[in-house]
């Protein structure tokens, strides 16, 4: 990258740095849905280069009431206006960025709402792609990880994997590759919850290509490489 280049893109991540903590506080004044879908996603895709200088989302969580801000927009949309809820969610995501925020989001009781939320009806495939990741990352933790390798979690959860949605299917077989590698011990053996996410793939697999021409999927993996890729899973332990 040229020199031009690499300032031009300093410039670029730091224009939002002196804005973050007022797109924050016009979250919570504003009492315009648009705006507040708008507003939460900025917020959703900054980079810790587009924070201001030696902060970070825990320092924001710590100065504004963000997590009861964001529990608030879940609980109230959730059978509501679909943007908002996708944007609120992709917060959850966003706040999950260390332990001590983990462990803020698992005490506020995000987590279970999120799992409730999964339980309760994953057929809209763009919340239960968000979900699939926010879960993902909340395996990185130890607050949040004892939430979501919850069994109840897992079956439900386990129907995606035969989704005819390729991008679900995918984000459903990673998140299950570290709720694999969370559940194994130092000797390669699984738990209750290890064995009935094996079953739940190995059942989900055939399932899928038993009605592989009858649901038509675009792109849908072979058996093989399905079967291949379950033998030998994604190392993602950090």
Not at 48 to 68: E, I, V
């Amino acid at each position: 990258m040229s020199s031009a280049s690499n300032i031009k893109l300093q410039i670029s991540e730091q224009m939002w740095a002196p804005c973050v903590e007022d797109i924050i506080e016009m979250c919570f004044l504003s009492e315009n849905d648009s705006m507040v879908v708008e507003l939460l996603g900025i917020l959703g895709n900054l980079t810790d280069a587009n924070m201001p200088q030696g902060k970070t989302w825990l320092d924001m969580l710590s100065k504004h009431p963000l997590l009861k801000f964001i529990k608030r927009k879940i609980i109230s949309t959730s059978n509501g206006r679909l943007d908002i809820l996708l944007e609120a969610i992709a917060m959850v995501r966003q706040f999950c960025s260390d332990e001590i925020s983990a462990k803020l989001l698992a005490d506020e009781g995000l987590c279970d709402i999120l799992i409730d939320l999964c339980r309760k009806d994953m057929s809209d495939n763009e919340v239960a792609l968000i979900l699939l990741q926010t879960f993902t990352q909340m395996l990185r933790f130890q607050a949040t990880r004892v939430k979501v390798m919850s069994l109840n979690l897992i079956e439900d959860a386990v129907k995606l994997l035969g989704s005819e949605v390729l991008g679900l299917r995918l984000t459903a077989n990673l998140f299950f590759s570290f709720v694999q590698e969370c559940d194994r011990d130092e000797w390669g053996n699984y738990s209750s919850l290890g064995t009935a996410v094996i079953y739940g793939r190995f059942k989900e697999i055939y399932r899928t290509e038993d009605d592989h021409k009858k649901l038509n999927f675009e792109g849908r993996d072979s058996m093989a490489s399905n079967f291949s890729r379950f033998l030998k899973p994604s190392h993602l332990r950090e």
